[in-house]
């Protein structure tokens, strides 16, 4: 205890007894508060020089702000694959990575998301520029081509990104999370680059692994198209637009309200819609649009149809075929889309059992119930980057884009509710040197250091006189495969033992007696390197 500190709890003693001096000899009022007011600045240099918290101070409570988490080891180890999986399936097609601030000027990402907009997260004033998190990855791609004059790049940016939504952190659903996107800018052939995009979501989402899942597809002119028919006012559109894209969570009859009672559909026009937006296929659903001469006046329908033709032609290529569903309820509410959509959803195994005729019995509202959750979204925004243009006083210069987005903390819930914790290994250790007896710490480090010279990720126990049992241990627990271990008789005759700690084998006995010059070939050997 410093003097200090001694010496200010002596004069609160002697403080507390004048001021009980006073009050007993009914001093003036002003005297003891005098006193009092003394009494309180002792006992708060006292907590200063002391550390101690304010006695008002409120008790910090430890937690992540709502809709964001921490990840351990292991499940970061596990997301570390999912990232490298998914990268690697990017850089096969060709693509290049770059990279944008994590918030953008506000006005660079209003207008852009329609209802979701409300979604953004605005920051303070810090600086003269009304700033805001970027909500995706798309808009800040869309803007960096603009700005940089970007004519054609097959591009992925892998980044955290901001919603201000109601969080469901068991499916995924997250305020900060990771995206994923992959996509392609530049004036192609219609759908070659479109259906590459089907083809990389097919790759991703196989790679990894997240069951089965099936991609929805549908084309905005083809919606508009039907938007138009159905007698939809132009400055509805989007509005409409935004309560069709939750039919995969809603039924048909809760859409119709939204459309009718909120948004001010007329009853007739929302049923004709109803019409159209329930019907799901594959190639052959083009011939039934193909027979709605209502429909096919439409240019919007007729260039819709063209596309989509084109695009399935594309998609048996590439062998995604039957991965597809044409879905036209698919509605995508982001207000930059213009020509193919699409979304991944994972189906529940049963329904891949279920019958035609327990198909067709159902009501097609309830279409959704077989969607557990959408894990990749995407389409054509050939305006977007041509608005950016536009705002810069430069004569309108579209770049046609269209991409993927992977939603990969959905990836994540799906993959880790498959496995065991103990299946995971959090850290890359290939190799534990172990002391059988007297510590040996400085022999150790020196093999680990040839080890990793060698290029072999290795560890030891940092400790002088390690126990046995303890670096066994580390090696059950941390899912090391193999141990390098030395005593003083090893060491004298130029040896170690290699044990294989993956399989519980008593024929390995101590080891595998190996010449310390053949240790780092046997292990890499061992390894596959």
Request: net charge positive; proline share 2%; glycine share 8%.
């Given at each position: 205890?410093?003097?200090?500190?001694?010496?200010?709890q002596?004069?609160i003693k002697v403080?507390?007894?004048?001021?009980?001096?006073?009050?007993?000899?009914?001093?003036p009022?002003d005297?003891?508060?005098?006193?009092?007011t003394l009494m309180?600045?002792?006992?708060?240099?006292?907590?200063?020089?002391?550390?101690?918290p304010?006695?008002?101070?409120?008790?910090?409570?430890?937690?992540?702000?709502?809709?964001?988490?921490?990840?351990?080891?292991?499940?970061?180890?596990?997301?570390?694959?999912?990232?490298?999986?998914i990268?690697?399936?990017?850089?096969?097609?060709?693509?290049?990575?770059i990279d944008t601030?994590?918030?953008?000027?506000k006005e660079i990402?209003?207008?852009?998301?329609g209802?979701d907009s409300?979604?953004?997260?605005?920051?303070?004033?810090?600086?003269?520029e009304s700033?805001?998190?970027?909500?995706d990855?798309?808009?800040?791609?869309a803007?960096y081509v603009?700005?940089n004059?970007?004519?054609?790049?097959?591009r992925?940016?892998?980044?955290k990104v901001?919603?201000?939504?109601?969080?469901?952190?068991?499916?995924?659903?997250?305020?900060e999370?990771?995206?994923?996107?992959?996509?392609i800018?530049?004036?192609?052939d219609?759908?070659v680059?479109?259906?590459?995009?089907v083809?990389?979501?097919v790759?991703?989402?196989?790679?990894?692994?997240?069951?089965?899942?099936?991609i929805k597809?549908?084309?905005?002119?083809?919606?508009?198209a039907v938007f138009e028919?159905?007698g939809?006012?132009?400055e509805?559109v989007?509005?409409i637009?935004?309560?069709?894209d939750?039919?995969?969570?809603?039924p048909?009859?809760d859409?119709?309200?939204?459309?009718?009672?909120e948004k001010?559909?007329?009853?007739?026009?929302?049923?004709?819609?109803?019409?159209?937006v329930?019907?799901?296929?594959?190639?052959?659903?083009l011939e039934?649009l193909?027979?709605?001469?209502?429909?096919?006046?439409?240019?919007?329908?007729?260039?819709?149809?063209?596309?989509?033709?084109a695009?399935?032609?594309?998609?048996e290529?590439?062998?995604v075929l039957?991965?597809?569903?044409?879905?036209?309820s698919?509605?995508?509410?982001l207000?930059?889309?213009?020509g193919?959509?699409?979304e991944?959803?994972?189906?529940?195994?049963e329904?891949?059992?279920?019958?035609?005729?327990?198909?067709?019995s159902?009501?097609p509202?309830?279409e959704?119930?077989?969607?557990?959750?959408?894990?990749?979204?995407?389409?054509?925004y050939?305006?977007?980057?041509?608005m950016f243009?536009?705002?810069?006083?430069?004569?309108?210069?579209?770049?046609?884009?269209?991409g993927?987005?992977?939603?990969v903390?959905?990836i994540?819930?799906?993959v880790?509710s498959?496995?065991?914790?103990?299946?995971?290994?959090?850290n890359?250790?290939?190799?534990y040197?172990?002391?059988?007896?007297n510590?040996l710490?400085?022999e150790?480090?020196?093999?680990?250091?040839?080890?990793w010279?060698?290029?072999?990720a290795?560890?030891?126990m940092?400790k002088?006189?390690?126990k046995l049992?303890?670096?066994?241990?580390?090696?059950?627990?941390?899912?090391?495969p193999?141990?390098?271990?030395?005593?003083q008789?090893?060491?004298?005759d130029?040896?170690?033992?290699?044990?294989n700690m993956?399989?519980?084998d008593?024929?390995?006995?101590n080891?595998?007696?190996v010449?310390?010059v053949?240790?780092?070939?046997?292990?890499k050997?061992?390894l596959?390197?």
């Open positions: 205890m410093s003097g200090t500190v001694e010496q200010l002596a004069q403080q507390g007894d004048a001021i009980r001096q006073l009050k007993a000899a009914q001093a009022a005297d003891v508060q005098a006193a009092l309180q600045d002792l006992k708060e240099r006292l907590r200063i020089e002391t550390g101690a304010p006695a008002d101070a409120k008790k910090l409570v430890l937690k992540t702000p709502k809709g964001t988490r921490d990840y351990t080891a292991k499940e970061m180890s596990v997301r570390s694959d999912i990232f490298q999986a990268t690697s399936v990017f850089e096969r097609h060709g693509a290049v990575t601030p994590v918030f953008e000027l990402l209003m207008g852009k998301y209802e409300k979604l953004i997260y605005d920051l303070a004033d810090q600086g003269g700033c805001s998190l970027r909500y990855l798309t808009v800040p791609f803007r603009a700005m004059g970007v004519t054609s790049i097959k992925y940016h892998i980044a901001y919603r201000r939504d109601q969080p469901a952190m068991t499916k995924g659903r997250m305020r999370f990771f995206q994923c996107d992959y996509d800018a530049g004036a192609y219609v759908m680059a479109d259906a590459e995009c083809r990389v979501a790759e991703v989402l196989s790679k990894v692994d997240v069951g089965a899942f099936v597809i549908n084309h905005r002119m083809l919606l508009d028919t159905a939809v006012e132009e509805k989007r509005a637009s935004s309560a069709v939750k039919l995969d969570k809603l048909w009859a859409v119709r309200r939204e459309m009718t009672e001010g559909l007329d009853g007739a026009v929302a049923d004709r819609i109803g019409e159209f329930q019907l799901r296929g594959g190639a052959e659903l039934r193909q027979s709605m001469p209502d429909l096919m006046r439409s240019e919007k329908a007729q260039q819709g149809v063209r596309e989509m033709q695009f399935f032609k594309y998609a290529i590439y062998g039957d991965r597809i569903s044409f879905d036209m698919l509605a995508r509410g207000d930059y889309y213009t193919i959509i699409y991944a959803v994972l189906v529940e195994e329904e891949k059992s279920r019958t035609k005729s327990q198909t067709k159902r009501n509202s309830d959704s119930q077989a969607r557990v959750g959408s894990i990749a979204a995407g389409g054509r050939d305006k977007l980057v041509g243009a536009e705002s810069r006083g430069k004569k309108a210069a579209d770049v046609p884009c269209v993927i987005s992977f939603g903390e959905r994540y819930s799906v880790m498959r496995m065991r914790e103990q299946q995971i290994k959090a890359r250790t290939q190799v040197v172990i002391a059988a007896h510590g710490l400085e150790r480090m020196r093999i680990t250091t040839e080890l010279d060698a290029g072999i290795a560890e030891f940092y002088a006189k390690a049992q303890a670096q066994f241990k580390v090696c059950d627990d941390e899912r090391i193999l141990a390098v271990i030395i005593g008789s090893e060491i004298d130029g040896i170690v033992l290699i044990k993956a399989v519980r008593e024929s390995q006995g080891g595998v007696r010449k310390r053949d240790m780092v070939a046997e292990l050997q061992r596959g390197q």
